[in-house]
């Protein structure tokens, strides 16, 4: 689990609720008082503390059968490869696309699957990636800069972080258990005003530089 905000406090309790195996939760931020609304594995007592230590005790306690490696550490570009190797799923919860895209691009190279969500506003999105297409086949070259925005600066409703998560946990439940059909390639677009869902089919691009065709 990459990022125990909004996104990880609710795929976290679901994971371990269901018993995998063995959960690593990747993230150097402390917790705050601020983004509490959306998650509620969090205290406001928990304030300063680092949230992937945190998100491991709450593991703990909720299945002591789980074992979980919290680590506060920085993903990116560098960091990536190993933070990730090792793994069966990578569910990526973070806010915004440099580290999302240094997280898919390692993803890629390394053969992961990769389970991608996100929320802002009152939108959000959740999709299963199986190489190629890759999560930059989705959105480009683009937004590999850290300035884009994310939801910190934007806003998002609390609940809807607690719907996409949940949609993300129970696809990896699916993927991990091969419950059900293929859903790998196909985005899961959450509109939370309108109160509706609709899927949309992702398109390889062949100039994709992390899974496109060489030459």
């Not at 959306?38 to 909720?62: C, H, M, N, T, W």
């Not at 998002?156 to 991990?176: D, E, H, M």
Request: aromatic share 4%.
């Amino acid at each position: 689990m990459i990022g125990a905000g909004g996104i990880g406090a609710a795929v976290i309790p679901a994971l371990a609720g269901a018993g995998v195996g063995a959960l690593t939760i990747v993230d150097p931020d402390t917790a705050d008082l601020s983004n509490l609304h959306r998650q509620p594995i969090y205290r406001s007592r928990d304030a300063g503390e680092p949230k992937a230590a945190l998100a491991g005790q709450f593991v703990r306690r909720l299945n002591p059968f789980v074992e979980v490696d919290p680590i506060e550490r920085r993903i990116d570009p560098e960091t990536a490869p190993a933070l990730l190797a090792g793994h069966h799923l990578v569910i990526d919860g973070t806010d915004n696309f440099a580290t999302r895209l240094a997280v898919s691009d390692a993803c890629v190279a390394l053969g992961l699957p990769l389970l991608s969500a996100a929320a802002q506003q009152w939108q959000g999105q959740v999709g299963l990636f199986l190489g190629r297409p890759c999560y930059r086949c989705f959105v480009g070259d683009a937004f590999d800069a850290d300035d884009c925005d994310n939801c910190a600066e934007l806003g998002v409703t609390g609940a809807l972080t607690g719907l996409a998560g949940n949609l993300a946990a129970l696809l990896a439940i699916r993927f991990l258990t091969q419950a059900g059909d293929d859903p790998s390639g196909r985005l899961h677009l959450i509109d939370a005003l309108a109160g509706t869902q609709r899927q949309i089919r992702i398109m390889a691009d062949p100039g994709c530089r992390a899974c496109g065709q060489p030459g």
